[in-house]
Nanobody
Framework: QVQLVESGGGLVQAGGSLRLSCAASFTTYAMGWFRQGPGKEREFVATISRSGRSTYYSDSVKGRFTISRDNAKNTVSLQMDSLKPEDTAVYYC????????????????????WGQGTQVTVSS
């Protein structure tokens, strides 16, 4: 099973930017980012296909966040721009362990491997 380690979280003011990175122990199938805000359930943020050619975003981050991957380095990144206080959450990197979930899965159950999470705090 792939091991995932996130980095890049921190504190930023509203309107600012952060870039999250996730290092995988080897190249996997689709990868995604999820987040869990205070008192909320974990929710889907973005997903990217194995090739990197296909991406999909939640409506709440579309146009502000960009997911990308570098298979040569076994990394996936999440560029977060125009951050809002409601983006405050623990962000988790996830990897699908099979092609059966499709190129750009969005459900938690589609992902078999998870990182430990990194905190992102956006102040108003």
């Amino acid at each position: 099973q792939v091991q995932l380690v996130e980095s890049g979280g921190g504190l930023v003011q509203a309107g600012g930017s952060l870039r999250l990175s996730c290092a995988a122990s080897f190249t996997t199938y689709a990868m995604g980012w999820f987040r869990q805000g205070p008192g909320k359930e974990r929710e889907f943020v973005a997903t990217i296909s194995r090739s990197g050619r296909s991406t999909y975003y939640s409506d709440s981050v579309k146009g502000r966040f960009t997911i990308s991957r570098d298979n040569a380095k076994n990394t996936v990144s999440l560029q977060m721009d125009s951050l809002k206080p409601e983006d405050t959450a623990v962000y988790y990197c996830a990897a699908a362990n099979t092609l059966r979930v499709g190129a750009t899965p969005t459900a938690e159950t589609d992902f078999g491997s998870w990182g430990q999470g990194t905190q992102v705090t956006v102040s108003s």
